[in-house]
């Protein structure tokens, strides 16, 4: 005789979209959208425009989790695909964004592509062992956090004005080739999404903003 459904079984589970009503997500989401504008920007060779949108999916990622802490009656089902919504926007977002920019900025050259493998292949391996494992501590996360991989390009990609289009390539080959290395050292990096850190980049994400909008504005 077949064992009787409990009602946890007899339920049936949650449409795929009513997840997309879930605030957490629906910030993951616009963060997302951030990543596909700094990628068509990306590959129509805008860079500062591109800058721009990875910011500002920095800026979103580290706001989903902050409304998901707050929020109260949210469901384990909703935390649960919340976790893995973050996860994969951060492939796209620290991952194939980053590669994208180094190819579009190297004109496709067959020599740039370890280093965009590398960027997403990293990715791919943390984020994977963060979901098993999670913090290395309560505060700390084994090997560089991915999303500082868009705070650091960012950052680095202001020097690209200064120098030629083929030493800059290679200085964002060398770049992504470190944080490549650094997301999956076994290294301690603290976790900074949290307190004054988290007005440290909202500050940052408006300072970068600003700067290359002017450099938008100036080079048209």
């Known amino acids: 005789m077949p ?25 993951s989401l616009f963060g ?10 990306a590959l129509t ?9 990875l910011i500002w999916a920095v800026f979103f990622d580290w706001n989903d989790g902050k409304i998901a ?8 089902e909703q935390a649960q695909v919340g976790g893995q919504v973050d996860s ?19 004109s496709y050259s067959p020599w740039l592509f370890p280093g965009a493998f590398l960027i ?8 994977s062992y963060f979901n098993v ?14 999303d500082n991989n868009a705070i650091i390009l960012v950052f680095v990609f202001l020097l690209e004005s200064f120098v030629t289009t083929s030493a800059f390539t290679i200085v964002l080959y060398i770049t992504l080739i470190a944080l490549s290395a650094l997301n999956v050292a076994p290294i301690r990096t603290p976790k900074l999404n949290g307190g004054i850190w988290y007005y440290v980049l909202a500050i940052y994400t408006l300072a970068i903003t600003l700067i290359y909008c002017w450099l938008l504005f100036s080079n048209s």
Do not use: E
């Open 3 to 27: 064992p009787a459904k409990t009602q946890s079984n007899s339920l049936a589970p949650p449409s795929i979209l009513s997840m997309a009503y879930d605030l957490p997500n629906i910030c």
């Open 88 to 106: 994969l926007i951060d492939i796209v977002s620290f991952g194939v964004c980053p590669a994208v920019i180094l190819l579009s900025y190297g």
């Open 133 to 146: 494992f999670g913090l290395d501590g309560k505060t700390t996360y084994q090997g560089l956090a991915y």
């Open 69 to 76: 802490r707050k929020m109260k009656g949210r469901t384990p």
């Open 32 to 41: 997302l959208l951030c990543a596909l504008i700094a990628l068509y920007f």
């Open 120 to 127: 997403v292949a990293a990715g791919v391996l943390r984020l």
């Open 45 to 53: 060779g805008n860079y500062p425009a591109a800058m721009i949108g």
